[in-house]
Protein backbone atom coordinates (compact mmCIF):
# COMPACT_ATOMS: atom_id res chain seq x y z
CA UNK A 1 0.00 0.00 0.00
CA UNK A 2 1.07 3.31 -0.46
CA UNK A 3 -0.27 6.97 -0.29
CA UNK A 4 -0.07 9.17 -3.09
CA UNK A 5 2.50 11.89 -1.74
CA UNK A 6 3.55 13.83 -5.28
CA UNK A 7 7.13 14.19 -4.45
CA UNK A 8 8.75 17.04 -6.12
CA UNK A 9 11.86 15.99 -7.59
CA UNK A 10 13.59 19.70 -8.13
CA UNK A 11 16.04 18.81 -5.25
CA UNK A 12 16.94 15.74 -6.63
CA UNK A 13 19.30 14.22 -9.30
CA UNK A 14 16.19 12.79 -11.02
CA UNK A 15 14.46 16.32 -11.39
CA UNK A 16 16.27 16.47 -14.54
CA UNK A 17 14.72 13.15 -16.24
CA UNK A 18 12.27 13.49 -18.57
CA UNK A 19 10.68 11.52 -21.39
CA UNK A 20 11.42 11.56 -25.08
CA UNK A 21 8.28 13.42 -25.29
CA UNK A 22 9.36 16.45 -23.23
CA UNK A 23 7.36 15.14 -20.25
CA UNK A 24 9.30 14.72 -16.65
CA UNK A 25 9.54 10.99 -16.15
CA UNK A 26 8.37 9.38 -13.21
CA UNK A 27 10.99 7.79 -11.13
CA UNK A 28 11.16 3.80 -10.93
CA UNK A 29 10.57 3.51 -6.72
CA UNK A 30 6.82 5.57 -7.80
CA UNK A 31 5.69 3.55 -10.71
CA UNK A 32 6.52 0.10 -9.16
CA UNK A 33 4.59 1.45 -6.77
CA UNK A 34 1.63 1.66 -8.06
CA UNK A 35 2.02 -1.47 -9.83
CA UNK A 36 3.12 -4.22 -6.40
CA UNK A 37 0.12 -2.55 -4.07
CA UNK A 38 -2.54 0.00 -4.00
CA UNK A 39 -3.23 3.33 -3.21
CA UNK A 40 -4.37 4.14 -0.01
CA UNK A 41 -7.08 6.53 0.05
CA UNK A 42 -8.59 8.39 3.57
CA UNK A 43 -12.06 6.42 2.29
CA UNK A 44 -10.90 2.74 2.88
CA UNK A 45 -10.07 4.15 6.69
CA UNK A 46 -12.97 2.85 8.34
CA UNK A 47 -12.23 -0.88 6.38
CA UNK A 48 -8.22 -0.89 6.29
CA UNK A 49 -8.35 -4.25 7.31
CA UNK A 50 -10.25 -5.93 4.45
CA UNK A 51 -7.55 -3.38 2.08
CA UNK A 52 -4.61 -4.68 4.04
CA UNK A 53 -5.99 -8.15 3.67
CA UNK A 54 -6.93 -7.87 -0.24
CA UNK A 55 -3.71 -6.55 -1.06
CA UNK A 56 -1.85 -8.83 0.71
CA UNK A 57 -3.56 -12.20 -0.37
CA UNK A 58 -4.06 -11.19 -4.38
CA UNK A 59 -1.65 -13.10 -6.58
CA UNK A 60 -1.62 -10.07 -9.28
CA UNK A 61 -0.07 -7.86 -6.47
CA UNK A 62 2.06 -10.92 -5.42
CA UNK A 63 3.25 -11.40 -8.56
CA UNK A 64 4.54 -8.13 -9.12
CA UNK A 65 6.47 -7.78 -5.94
CA UNK A 66 8.58 -10.41 -7.25
CA UNK A 67 8.68 -9.30 -10.37
CA UNK A 68 9.94 -5.98 -8.74
CA UNK A 69 12.37 -7.44 -5.96
CA UNK A 70 13.85 -9.26 -8.95
CA UNK A 71 14.37 -5.72 -10.60
CA UNK A 72 15.60 -4.28 -7.56
CA UNK A 73 18.33 -6.65 -6.50
CA UNK A 74 19.64 -8.57 -9.47
CA UNK A 75 22.75 -9.99 -7.35
CA UNK A 76 21.41 -10.96 -4.29
CA UNK A 77 24.08 -11.73 -1.43
CA UNK A 78 26.69 -10.76 -3.98
CA UNK A 79 26.99 -6.70 -3.73
CA UNK A 80 29.92 -6.73 -1.36
CA UNK A 81 31.68 -9.45 -3.92
CA UNK A 82 30.92 -7.11 -6.99
CA UNK A 83 32.33 -3.75 -5.64
CA UNK A 84 35.42 -5.65 -4.41
CA UNK A 85 36.39 -7.20 -7.81
CA UNK A 86 34.98 -4.00 -9.63
CA UNK A 87 37.70 -1.89 -7.56
CA UNK A 88 40.55 -4.31 -7.64
CA UNK A 89 40.09 -4.61 -11.19
CA UNK A 90 39.96 -0.68 -11.64
CA UNK A 91 43.35 -0.61 -9.47
CA UNK A 92 44.58 -2.96 -12.04
CA UNK A 93 43.74 -1.29 -14.86
CA UNK A 94 44.81 2.32 -13.39
CA UNK A 95 48.68 0.56 -12.61
CA UNK A 96 48.74 -0.42 -16.31
CA UNK A 97 48.41 3.11 -17.30
CA UNK A 98 51.28 4.27 -15.25
Not at 4 to 10: E, F, K, V
Amino acid sequence: MYVNADLDLRMYDASEVYNPDGSAKRIWQFTTLEKIGIELKSEQFENIKEVIKNASDSPELAKARAQAKAEAWMHIGEAGKNIADFMIKKEEEIECRH
